[in-house]
Nanobody, 122 residues
């Protein structure tokens, strides 16, 4: 079992930067691929970024490419979000999947955090 706890959300202005953190506990974190997803009001949850155990070649949704950066260290995965836009407003979730491969499909992930709200005002 893996427990995930996100933090770092809040209310920001368009153009600002925010860093989200997801602290993992319970199992060997390095054995898990990690992903960030988000869900805006009235919309489906969507893929944002993913990183495998090695941290090499992370994957990004086209909508955040060049603005967001996913990274990880011993027990935490981060999402650095720069040049934020109002359309980035959502609840952001981190997710974990056992194994070295990462996926954009949320149903491939077994463990989820509770989510953290990011609101970007114009």
């Amino acid at each position: 079992q893996v427990q995930l706890v996100e933090s770092g959300g809040g209310l920001v202005q368009a153009g600002d930067s925010v860093r989200l953190s997801c602290a993992a506990s319970g199992r060997t974190f390095s054995n898990y691929a990690m992903g960030w997803f988000r869900q805006a009001p009235g919309k489906e949850r969507e893929f944002v970024a993913a990183i495998n155990w090695s941290g090499i070649s992370p994957l990004y949704a086209d909508s955040v490419k060049g603005r967001f950066t996913i990274s990880r260290d011993k027990n935490t995965v981060y999402l650095q979000m720069n040049s934020l836009k109002p359309e980035d407003t959502a609840v952001y979730y981190c997710a974990a999947r056992y194994g070295s491969r990462y996926f954009t499909d949320q149903y491939e992930y077994n463990y989820w955090g509770q989510g953290t709200q990011v609101t970007v005002s114009s």
